[in-house]
């Protein structure tokens, strides 16, 4: 159980081969209808490959991880890997991190010294946090084949461990959006006591009306978003949480077709207006996506979707997140409920922000924004309900 350093360093000849996969690809036809319409457009993925291709700097990426203490150690029969980044201020807040589908680590970096070094970014060092930011079990750098497959509740449970037997934060703040929002809102009610607040850019609320027989004005307009959402939108959670194996042997075989799957996401889900550069830089999205691919982890990152689908909800019927929460809404998030819908999850609700730019990518998009949102809802919690920290 014992972290032991770790440095990312693919092979050469892996990044040879992608090179020579990339070369040789394969790209279908364009179909009728406006670009985009039904899936990524021809000539901009043939644009996209040959860039990975010819100009992508893998080795820059790398580096851009590097920079940053990472770690490994032996949890619930896996090899987790995680960032552990202390702060720079008079008592750093733990502050636990967590990434989702198609993310990983790589969302992370801009923000992360944002959090950690407040005072270098115009903050007050008073509101510094020491950042652990694990990559989800299955997903890149936390994944070997042969290991067992996890799903929230079981992501939940392995955090709580690294973050109180492991790193000895007995109390601690956590951040999700995407399966992040729903690992922290399950450890917001399973592991209530160990921590400080919950903060959130995507909400886990029931998704079917029928759970809600007397909806407000508000509520029925989400549940209107909502069926288009659930019928134009939702096709990569069927196959991912139905038959993932068999998307898995196309994506972890061919570079073009796991970028084409992972770049729909970005194109749809971030505050792009239809170009995506203009929300995430094209290298920090070939990061992501290379790391996926170096990894071969896209097929065990489905695991999530497989068990959402034949498990129970993570947060149990009629129980509800009671602790400290915070919330900052997105404009092009994928789903933005209502507070009053949120409001029966999660009870005590400090602090909800309707943000002016930004997607499903924050971290990424907007890191300066949600760092500051992070950084103002703990604030008050830290003297409400101060950290504990024993080190093992």
Same mark, same amino acid.
């Given at each position: 159980m014992k972290p032991v350093p770790f440095e990312l360093q693919v092979p050469q000849a892996d990044i040879d081969d992608l090179k020579a996969r990339l070369a040789r690809t394969r790209l279908p036809e364009q179909p009728p209808g406006e670009p985009w319409s039904t899936g990524p457009e021809r000539a901009w993925m043939a644009q996209l490959v040959e860039t990975w291709r010819e100009r992508f700097d893998w080795r820059a990426q790398e580096a851009r991880l590097n920079a940053f203490a990472q770690y490994k150690t032996t949890l619930h029969g896996i090899d987790l890997h995680y960032l552990h980044v202390p702060g720079k201020g008079p008592d750093p807040m733990p502050l636990l991190m967590s990434h989702g589908w198609p993310g990983s680590v790589f969302e992370f970096l801009k923000i992360i010294p944002m959090l950690t070094d407040p005072a270098a970014h115009g903050g007050d060092p008073r509101d510094a946090f020491t950042v652990v930011a694990p990559s989800l079990p299955g997903y890149g750098l936390s994944f070997t084949p042969g290991q067992p497959r996890f799903g929230v509740n079981a992501i939940a449970d392995c955090f709580a461990t690294l973050? +109180?037997?492991?790193? %000895? !934060?007995?109390?601690? %703040? +956590?951040?999700?959006?995407?399966?992040?929002?729903?690992?922290? =809102?399950?450890? %917001?009610?399973? !592991?209530?006591?160990?921590?400080?607040?919950?903060?959130?850019?995507?909400?886990?609320?029931?998704? @079917?009306? =029928?759970?809600?027989?007397?909806? =407000?004005? /508000? /509520?029925?307009? !989400?549940? @209107?978003?909502?069926?288009?959402?659930?019928? /134009? @939108? +939702?096709? $990569?959670?069927?196959?991912?949480?139905?038959?993932?194996? +068999?998307?898995? $042997?196309?994506?972890?075989d061919s570079p073009a077709g796991l970028a084409a799957w992972i770049v729909e996401k970005f194109h749809s889900w971030s505050d792009c207006h239809g170009e995506i550069a203009s929300a995430v830089p094209i290298d920090e999205m070939l990061a992501n996506i290379s790391l996926y691919w170096f990894t071969g982890a896209i097929g065990s990152s489905f695991w999530p979707y497989y068990d959402r689908m034949h498990t129970p909800w993570p947060i149990p019927d009629k129980a509800a997140v009671t602790?400290?929460? %915070? $919330?900052? /809404?997105?404009?092009?998030?994928?789903?933005?409920?209502?507070?009053?819908?949120?409001?029966?999850v999660y009870t005590d609700i400090r602090r909800w922000t309707v943000m002016p730019r930004g997607g499903h990518f924050a971290a990424m998009e907007q890191p300066a924004l949600l760092a500051g949102e992070v950084r103002e809802f703990f604030r008050g919690l830290r003297r409400e309900r101060p950290h504990s920290v024993d080190r093992p």
């Open positions: 973050m +109180t037997d492991v790193l %000895g !934060y007995r109390r601690f %703040g +956590t951040q999700g959006g995407d399966w992040g929002g729903f690992i922290t =809102s399950r450890m %917001g009610h399973a !592991y209530a006591e160990r921590l400080i607040g919950i903060h959130l850019n995507l909400l886990a609320v029931r998704r @079917e009306p =029928s759970v809600f027989p007397d909806p =407000s004005a /508000e /509520e029925t307009r !989400y549940f @209107e978003e909502l069926k288009t959402w659930l019928r /134009e @939108e +939702t096709g $990569y959670q069927w196959i991912q949480g139905t038959k993932p194996q +068999t998307l898995a $042997y196309a994506l972890t602790i400290p929460t %915070g $919330y900052a /809404e997105f404009p092009r998030e994928m789903l933005r409920p209502p507070r009053a819908l949120a409001q029966r």
